[in-house]
């Protein structure tokens, strides 16, 4: 079912957080889904909680990924909090680092539609 959705997808994001075996396992992903003849160019990668403390730095990140994250998503207290309450943190809070992030990922997509 899954490679069902793949192969109906324009775009594949793999999404992960900061932690190394998230990374590992979206770069195995990556590349299990590059074997299975998925254009490289249709997967991509988000990450989500994103600090300047995040686990790896830029240089094994990119080695672990084969390229740049597509976006990245700022850590927030917020994210949770909207979550818990059940609130569009976008919409309710736009000004926090997270719905930003949110906010320019989607309109990076839009853009790259767009063309």
């Known amino acids: ?3 069902t959705v793949f192969d109906k997808s324009d775009r594949i994001f793999l999404v992960l957080d900061d932690e190394i075996p998230a990374v590992k396992n979206a770069g195995q992903t990556a590349q299990l ?4 003849n998925y254009p490289e160019n249709k997967i991509d990668f988000v990450i989500t909680g994103y600090t300047d403390k995040f686990s790896m730095d830029s240089g094994m990140l990119m080695k672990v990924l084969s390229r740049k994250p597509y976006a990245r998503i700022p850590a ?8 818990n309450q059940g609130y ?28």
């Open 76 to 83: 927030s207290p917020a994210v949770r909090e909207s979550i």
């Open 1 to 3: 079912v899954i490679l």
């Open 33 to 36: 889904l590059k074997k299975l």
């Open 88 to 115: 569009n943190l976008v919409e309710k809070k736009p000004s926090d680092s997270a719905a930003r992030g949110i906010l320019q990922f989607a309109q990076k997509l839009a853009a790259a539609e767009g063309s």
